[in-house]
């Protein structure tokens, strides 16, 4: 049987599997509270592994190790940022927006400010958010099924990224949230077995001894020390260096602005169970991360030159698919083309749950805050919010689709941080505000979202990532024969001015400020009346939201 | 309620447990940004064979976050619920005696 049958079968399988899990669930699906929060039914324990699956997209599984694989010690960083953020979660957001919401982000602002700009605020940056992490799945999907047929066909690409978004589509319309938890939960089971799989399988291949795997990683991709070491990539100028700094901080502070992540929250009980699944997911993206260390310098210890450059030619996205082949036998053997096509579907797997995660996310944010509270001011029944979801989720996937398709040349790793910049701009300052500031109030909220969604998506327009990045291109000896545009624009285009890759830096700072300004520029009693009450309900969850009973 | 010296007390708690430690683990996390950044001599110093400073500064972050979350969890199993849960049941008490 050759690889690319038992690939299309594994493939089949999942989706099998996941589409038989939504019909499932669809039949468990009475009212919005079910669509919407799973009927707030899940364990901590179930939530957790949701929380995994959701959050560990194809950035984490083919992003971060193939960063590793390209910068050495400089990927390392996205594992870090990615797992200290939730921190931040835990300590702060996790349990009072249990407590004080119902299904969307906006919630919890809506709690004590002016429903209407502070939904459709919250609604505008949901989207926004998805769709850019929604951009980065499909990229994912894309070169991964190009790699698995073996061509690098753009109607394939762009076919596959058809394909996944029409089956998120269904998901979501079908099987709510209910479904798309338990597509996560299966997700984030074989991902976890999938990569564990060949961390032992690298691992074992250098007798479980971690520096000479480094050492043969150093040694392999000819760059010596300075692949184990921080600055290959981000210490070259001081401008990469400070670039180096705004990633981090957008990593660590994008997290708990996730819009996706937050609403996981209101799928259990009590805010007690919201902190064990966020214990659960730490326990769990924490070991995740621990196993891309070995996947990033894995990959980069064992491929050939042949694989390494490939690798680099797909911007690092298919390091790990490339190592499962390589610790399975090699090309052309058949335990290489086994350990391909079980961790190429496990990596789709991972696409498929997240991007029904985001597109839920967004689809209800657009149903819940802006047809229900703004549009038809309240008055809209259950079952016209869920027809509304369902349009919108088809829309978001339609636009999804079409904007993936010129994303295609980015490091996915590299595009979800953009999406963590952009949240830990536009929501993160406005929810810390709500839960800790009395004052916050109206203006403030609606400034900081606005400011840092528009800052930090307009400091990416005009930075290297569209336009002005000049890549040179090297020969086998590695002479420079040519130039390459590193950006989305082609070469020869160059209206960047804002030097820096990840705006997080600016842009978060910023949206703090104007959260401050709009609110000591403005006076709203109620806001601040209504405070004490979001603070009791948050803190104790007396009044909180319960759990549908069946 | 919120007039109560037990939800003062909550509040006091809360605060005094996940502001001071929010702060440290970002303090913490910045200084393994910046000192990859600008500490290249003491980063980049072996440790055991081809393990150096800045991995094994990169994977205390891991250690110290599973830590601070364990001890979240204990401190609010602890200190926390017992009094959230009071405050809730007074809650209930009263809006069905009002």
């Known amino acids: 049987m050759s690889h690319q049958t038992l690939t299309t079968i594994l493939f089949l399988a999942i989706v099998a599997l ?67 953020a939730w921190l931040v979660a835990l300590l702060l957001v996790a349990e009072m927006l249990r407590n004080s919401g119902r299904y969307t982000m906006a919630d919890q602002l809506a709690y004590r400010m002016k429903q209407l700009p502070v939904r459709k605020a919250a609604a505008v940056s949901t989207v926004a958010v998805s769709i850019f992490y929604l951009l980065a799945q499909m990229v994912g999907a894309g070169s991964l099924v190009a ?42 089971v074989l ?62 502070l994008g997290t708990a602005g996730l819009p996706h992540i937050l609403i996981r929250f209101y799928t259990v009980p009590t805010s007690r169970d919201a902190r064990k699944s966020v214990m659960w997911a730490i326990g769990l993206i924490g070991t995740f991360y621990l196993f891309t260390l070995v996947l990033g310098f894995g990959a980069a210890a064992l491929l050939t030159k042949d694989g390494l450059a490939k690798v680099a030619a797909t911007k690092g996205n298919l390091a790990s ?11 052309g053997s058949t335990g290489g083309a086994v350990l391909l096509a079980i961790i190429a579907a496990v990596a789709f797997a991972t696409i498929l749950a997240v991007v029904a995660g985001l597109t839920l996310t967004s689809s209800m ?58 949240a830990a701009s536009a929501n993160l300052p406005a929810i810390v505000y709500n839960m800790f500031w009395k004052r916050f109030n109206t203006r403030g909220a609606t400034w900081s979202i606005y400011g840092g969604l528009i800052s930090s998506l307009g400091l990416v327009f005009f930075s290297p990532v569209m336009s002005g990045k000049v890549l040179p291109v090297l020969d086998a000896a590695g002479k420079q024969v040519g ?16 030097p820096l890759e990840n705006p997080g830096l600016v842009s978060i700072p910023l949206a703090f400020f104007l959260g401050w300004l709009g609110t000591v520029t403005s006076k709203e009693p109620a806001a601040e009346e209504r405070y004490t009450e979001l603070e009791v309900r948050a803190l104790t969850g007396a009044g909180a939201e319960e759990a549908v009973q069946h | 309620m919120q007039a109560s010296p037990e939800f003062a007390e909550l509040r006091k708690r809360y605060r005094g447990f996940a502001f001071p ?51 979240y969890s204990r401190f609010s199993a602890k200190r926390l619920d017992p009094l959230a849960e009071k405050l809730r049941d007074d809650y209930a008490k009263g809006r069905r005696a009002s």
């Open chain 1, 18 to 84: 996941t589409v038989a899990v939504t019909v499932w669930a669809s039949r468990q699906t009475s009212g919005a509270a079910d669509y919407y929060a799973g009927g707030r039914g899940f364990s901590g324990f179930q939530n957790g592994l949701a929380i995994g699956g959701d959050y560990m997209s194809a950035a984490s599984f083919l992003g971060i190790s193939g960063a590793i694989a390209l910068s050495g010690f400089d990927g390392f960083l996205y594992s870090i940022g990615f797992l200290v």
């Open chain 1, 147 to 188: 790699l698995l047929l073996g061509v690098e066909s753009q109607g394939i690409k762009n076919f596959t990224i058809f394909g996944v978004g029409i089956l998120m589509i269904f998901y979501v319309t079908i099987g709510g949230m209910k479904g798309t938890t338990w597509v996560q939960i299966i997700k984030a």
């Open chain 1, 191 to 252: 991902l976890m077995v999938g990569s564990a799989l060949i961390v032992v399988l690298v691992l074992a291949k250098f007798g479980f001894n971690l520096s000479d795997l480094l050492g043969a990683a150093a040694a392999n991709t000819g760059k010596g020390d300075a692949f184990l070491q921080p600055g290959l990539k981000y210490g070259v100028t001081p401008t990469s260096k400070i670039d180096f700094v705004s990633l981090g901080i957008a990593l660590v």
């Open chain 1, 321 to 331: 698919p490339l190592l499962a082949e390589m610790v399975g036998g090699g090309p």
């Open chain 1, 365 to 422: 944010s657009v149903a819940h805050d802006l047809y229900n509270s703004v549009i038809k001011k309240g008055t809209a029944t259950d079952k016209q919010e869920m027809r509304v979801a369902k349009l919108s989720a088809i829309v978001i996937g339609l636009i999804a689709i079409v904007l993936a398709i010129p994303a295609q040349n980015l490091n996915i790793a590299f595009l979800v941080a953009l999406a963590f910049a952009v």
């Open chain 1, 483 to 498: 130039e390459i545009s590193g950006s989305l624009f082609p070469l020869g285009v160059d209206f960047a001015w804002f």
């Open chain 2, 21 to 71: 430690a929010t702060a440290a683990f970002l303090i913490w996390y910045l200084l393994f940004v910046f000192m990859s950044n600008w500490a290249p001599g003491f980063m980049n110093t072996k440790v055991i064979g081809n393990i150096n400073v800045a991995l094994i500064f990169g994977l205390l972050q891991f250690a110290t976050t599973f830590g601070l979350a364990w001890a």
